[in-house]
């Protein structure tokens, strides 16, 4: 497989995360009597135990690689852990929109910042250019007031956008993470069942004390199953074959879209009011991630001209 057809497929595996992703903010509004934190810990907790379920054998495998880069490995399973509780808290707190808007959309600019900190590494003039469309697309979006569902808790905007920001933080770590041990020979599909099995196991505890209200009806179980399968189990493995390929940074933008999709079925489905504004920021969104993941006519992808994985990554 050549480089660029390997790029490609990796931009679009976390183009289709990115979609299921979006998902979550609408589905969590059908199980309104589950709390933030039960909500965040069933869904990457269960998803986080389904992908170390089947990612057993080349975990074990690969044993020896992921005891040896251990902090990577902990750092990522910590963040995973910490990431799905302050999202829906910040959901929660800010509404669904503007909480998916801020987590997602700090992420890229923390993502950013831990490769320039820790790797030393730059920035084309192509991506800044492409984020930035993506950021104030973002900004536009966020700043589009919705109306025609309030979320519980949602008076308190503020605290919720500082949690969004932590969200992006964390979610931008563990991104880094599971990079760096695929960077040191982890295949794609170890590196993400140990972090997220890790992560996983952390988040048991949480989903003990908070869960009870999943067991209340059969719509709140419905929505913690579909939380925990489809965009948290099936989302994370293309995302990890995606990660396998692109930069964290890169990775991290292109999920950009889950927002535009969070805003899309708010207005569908949950019969939120998207106003003009909202509608150019995810115009802006979509070229973003066109400008991004279409390299120049002179360009190769910088995640693989740089740092090449061997094709068995996502085995």
Known sequence: MTAGRSHLLGALAIVVSSILWGTTGTAATFAPEVGAMAIGAAAMGIGGLL????????????????????????????????????????????????????????????AALIERRVDGSSLSRRWLAGAGL???????????????????????????????????????????????????????????????????????????????????????????????????????????????????????TITLLEPVVAAALAVIVVGERLPAMGWIGVALVVACLIFITIPGPAAKPAAIAAEPFPETAGE
């Not at 963040?79 to 998916?100: D, E, N, W």
């Not at 025609?148 to 500082?162: E, F, I, R, S």
């Open 51 to 110: 992908q170390a379920l089947i990612a057993a054998p080349s975990v074990f495998g690969n044993r020896s690689r992921l005891r040896s880069q251990w902090r990577f490995l902990a750092l990522g399973a910590a963040t995973v852990a910490v990431y799905p509780l302050t999202f829906y808290a910040s959901m929660r707190m800010a509404g669904v929109t503007i909480g998916t808007v801020i987590s997602i959309g700090s992420a890229p600019l923390f």
């Open 134 to 252: 993506g950021l104030v697309g973002m900004a536009l979006i966020g700043a589009a007031r919705t109306s025609g569902h309030a979320m519980p808790g949602a008076a308190a905007p503020t605290l919720g956008v500082a949690l969004g920001l932590f969200a992006g933080l964390t979610y931008a770590t563990y991104s880094w993470s599971a990079r760096k041990l695929m960077q040191r020979g982890v295949p794609s599909l170890a590196a993400m069942g140990a972090i997220f099995g890790g992560g996983g196991l952390l988040l048991m505890p949480v989903l003990a004390a908070t869960g009870a209200p999943f067991l209340w009806s059969w719509n709140n179980a419905l929505v913690g199953i579909y939380m925990a399968a489809v965009p948290m189990f099936l989302g994370y493995v293309c995302f990890g074959y995606g990660l396998a390929r692109v930069q964290a940074s890169m990775a991290t």
